[in-house]
């Protein structure tokens, strides 16, 4: 069965964000026991930011289009959240 965007998932993950000590941005996934750590250059990090940004809005429209939905609160989401 494959997986996508919309399919829906148990499995939790943590996510954390920073620059590194060498100058690039890592986004570091944590499940269970598997590490994945992600390095990107700053402009590359601007680019996937501004592509999270994007598809934001995008959910916001939605959400505003389905009147009755209720927002899930912030960090609740599948799939982890910024640990911070």
Do not use: H
């Not at 148990?10 to 499940?31: C, H, K, N, W, Y």
């Not at 750590?37 to 598809?55: Q, V």
């Amino acid at each position: 069965m494959s997986k996508g965007i919309n399919t829906e998932s148990d499995i939790s993950a943590e996510l954390q964000l920073g620059p590194t000590d060498q100058g690039m941005v890592r986004l570091f996934v944590t499940v269970g026991e598997l590490e994945i750590p992600m390095d990107f250059t700053p402009e590359e990090a601007r680019e996937i930011a501004e592509e999270l940004r994007a598809a934001a809005e995008q959910a916001d429209a939605m959400q505003k289009q389905k009147p009755g939905r209720r927002k899930k609160k912030p960090g609740n989401a599948k799939g982890g959240g910024n640990p911070r």
